[in-house]
């Protein structure tokens, strides 16, 4: 019986004909495995990841292997973006026996959950010899795998401890850290490490600020470059826009085909914040395309949005996207089909596999004459309209809420920084104001999506799909990256009801998360218990729990002026603090919200008759230091604190400026306001 068929993970339902006797993540599957004493095998996994496709193909669709399973496991299938928890100790287990970690991940536990032998992807053949060796030591050798299991757990225990050194993440400390990702980063290619190598985005988004705070060239130049050559390489889609998941070289040229929302979230802030500073034509077209891409491809609507595109399609890695020298000519005729294949270094050799190549930007063309941008335009759409024709990788349509979170603050940047350079006279305002006004409404749809649907009694759900919420408990990083959107969205909005729910969300989590020392568990104090209780502090993929958890309580402490939130913000950025010194790769987050504090953060108010539209408004978003928090509306706006007690001067429109609580006089022409926030 698989037990798969009324889940609400897209990952799991691809499982749900399976002849393995799949079971959910549940108390009831352990309950099973110790009444017919057998280990339980926790299958851990996400719908767009290739290899995992691989081994559902090889082993759980398997016939023969399926009756192996079922005959001596109670097996469990696990969406690790469901369950980010269970797949943080089970991650941390597998690491600790192997050296390494990845999807799909393979552990093998006790009926108590208790991890005893951990592994990635295993071919067939190796699978089914582990089948058959486990079952056997199981039965033969109980005392062994039980003494083994206990090792783990007291390994996996130590590894999630909470405590330990802390120092305060102040401006000599980020300094350093800029100063070491300086001598990581690959002055060739852009971006740190070889290959595969993954978008840095939060290191990025560390360093511009940290260009902004201190004037360091270096800092903005390493963004600059690696924002660029992501830009014009594989891994940026340069039909559609949006970003893939990593290049598996160590110069952007071929990418592992699934696009993330968490990656392109935070790739729009990267963009949309060097466009901001620089004004940058590719950062602006970039972000641009990237909001479109979110509002387009990843937004359910009515609801919020998905969580990715899938790797592959129809089982081939790249089938929707390279292209050969023939096919261009096939689809755009002689002239253009050679004009695309210089322009996007399509060769007869390929960059791919099979002859195929992926896209990638030969040449800088935002600069070129208005006739040859006017062509690449052109030649896009068609190329566009000729691949949508081709098969399409699959959606992962389940909302989570922590990347919704993330996508929100990104729109909600976005938003902002467009406004700033609206302009009539842009070859390509239509389309902007196009971007702008979908990616605002997909947002919009999102946050209300994740307060009426993802609230459930005051706590925060981790997932939905089809609009129904799904059972797992939000953690850690859903309730710091919802609560910053909703802060986000209050700035953008003028509207008291977000900063509201963001305080609740943060009060929520300062009383069950909460651990010693000011550091912060990922899951809550009446979750699931677990083997280990999870309470990782470093950025990877995404924010840790507690990076993001940080980030809202400092948006939060200068939008209300309470500083409880602050305080327990920097409380929390000490646990990091060692981190960030040894290993800034790792906490690029953190050290993000660290430069807010560093710099202030400034909290600008700005009292007008028209928040959009007023010269005092443009100025204090274009020139906003790191981390500033920035209302505009009418004086005692009700329910923005930043607002209150804050008249209009003499009638006119006037900004008020405080850093840190500290507050200067009101000013009312835009070149007072910009010498006070230089």
């Given amino acids: 019986m698989n037990r798969l068929v009324d889940a609400t993970s897209p990952y799991l339902l691809q499982h749900a004909d399976n002849p393995v006797d799949w079971w959910q993540w549940s108390d009831e599957a352990f309950a099973e495995a110790k009444r017919r004493d057998v280990p339980v095998l926790i299958s851990v996994g996400y719908a767009a990841c290739h290899w995992c496709h691989v081994m559902a193909h090889e082993s759980f669709e398997n016939a023969q292997v399926g009756a192996l399973m079922n005959d001596n496991f109670v097996s469990i299938k696990v969406d690790r973006e469901e369950r980010p928890d269970v797949d943080a100790v089970y991650m941390t287990a597998t690491q600790a026996m192997t050296g390494q970690g990845g999807w799909p991940m393979t552990v093998f536990a006790t009926p108590d959950g208790t991890p005893f032998f951990c592994g990635t992807y295993f071919p067939r053949p190796n699978f089914v010899q582990l089948l058959q060796s486990v079952a056997t030591a199981w039965r033969e050798q109980r005392e062994a795998v039980l003494g083994q299991g206990a090792a783990v757990v007291e390994a996996i225990g130590g590894a999630q401890a909470v405590g330990g050194p802390t120092a305060p993440l102040d401006a000599p400390l980020l ?51 690696t924002a660029e050559a992501m830009a014009r390489g594989g891994i940026y889609d340069q039909l559609a826009g949006g970003f893939a998941r990593y290049s598996v070289d160590a110069h952007w040229t071929v990418p592992h085909f699934e696009k993330m929302l968490y990656d ?66 096939e689809a755009l005729g002689e002239d253009d089909g050679r004009f695309a294949a210089d322009l996007f270094t399509v060769t007869d050799d390929g960059t791919f596999e099979h002859g195929m190549s992926v896209l990638r930007l030969a040449r800088d063309v935002d600069d070129a004459a208005p006739e040859v941008r006017a062509r690449w335009q052109q030649i896009v759409g068609r190329l566009l309209a000729a691949r949508d024709t081709r098969p399409q990788p699959a959606l992962d349509d389940k909302v989570v809420a922590a990347w919704n979170g993330l996508a929100i603050t990104a729109i909600a940047e976005f938003q902002q920084v467009a406004a700033l350079s609206a302009s009539p006279q842009d070859e390509d305002a239509n389309l902007m104001d196009g971007v702008t006004i979908v990616a605002d409404g997909a947002m919009r749809q999102a946050a209300e999506h994740l307060a009426t649907v993802h609230l459930v009694d005051g706590r925060l759900r981790r997932v939905s799909r089809n609009g129904k919420v799904g059972e797992p408990a939000g953690v850690l990083e859903d309730y710091g990256c919802v609560a910053e959107a909703f802060c986000a969205l209050h700035q953008l909005t003028g509207e008291g009801r977000w900063l509201t729910l963001a305080g609740e969300l943060l009060d929520t989590a300062l009383a069950h998360f909460a651990a010693p020392g000011g550091a912060f568990y990922d899951t809550a104090d009446d979750a699931e218990r677990l083997v280990a209780r999870p309470a990782d502090p470093t ?68 009292v007008t008759d028209d928040p959009t539209g007023d010269p005092l408004v443009a100025a204090a978003h274009r020139h906003a230091p790191p981390g500033a928090v920035v209302v505009a509306g009418r004086p005692d706006q009700p329910g923005v604190p930043l607002l209150a007690d804050r008249p209009l001067v003499d009638g006119r429109s006037a900004a008020y400026v405080c850093r840190g609580f500290v507050c200067q006089r009101p000013v009312t022409s835009v070149d007072d306001l910009v010498a006070e926030l230089a």
């Fill in 539 to 606: 950025d990877n993929a995404t924010p840790s729990g507690r990076s993001a958890l940080i980030a809202g309580l400092v948006a939060y402490s200068a939008l209300t002026g309470e500083t409880r939130y602050r305080e327990a913000a920097e409380a929390a950025l000490g646990t990091v603090a060692p981190i960030v010194g040894k290993h800034p790769r790792f906490s690029g987050y953190a050290a993000m919200v660290g430069e807010a504090l560093a710099s202030g953060p400034y909290e600008i108010a700005v």
């Fill in 175 to 225: 300094d350093a850290a800029a100063a070491k990702l300086a001598s990581e980063y690959d002055a060739t290619n852009g971006g740190f490490g070889g290959a595969p190598k993954f978008p840095p985005h939060m290191n990025l988004l560390f360093l511009l600020r940290h260009h902004q705070r201190t004037g360091d060239p270096g800092s903005l130049e390493v963004s600059r470059h």
């Fill in 264 to 329: 392109n979230a935070l790739l729009l802030r990267v963009y949309t914040q060097l466009w901001r500073l620089t004004g940058d034509p590719l950062a602006r077209r970039v972000a641009r395309d990237t909001a479109r891409f979110l509002a387009d491809e990843l937004h359910r609507p009515g609801q919020g949005f998905a969580s990715a595109l899938d790797a592959d399609t129809e089982g081939v890695e790249g089938l929707t996207y390279a292209w050969t020298p023939a096919q261009l000519v």
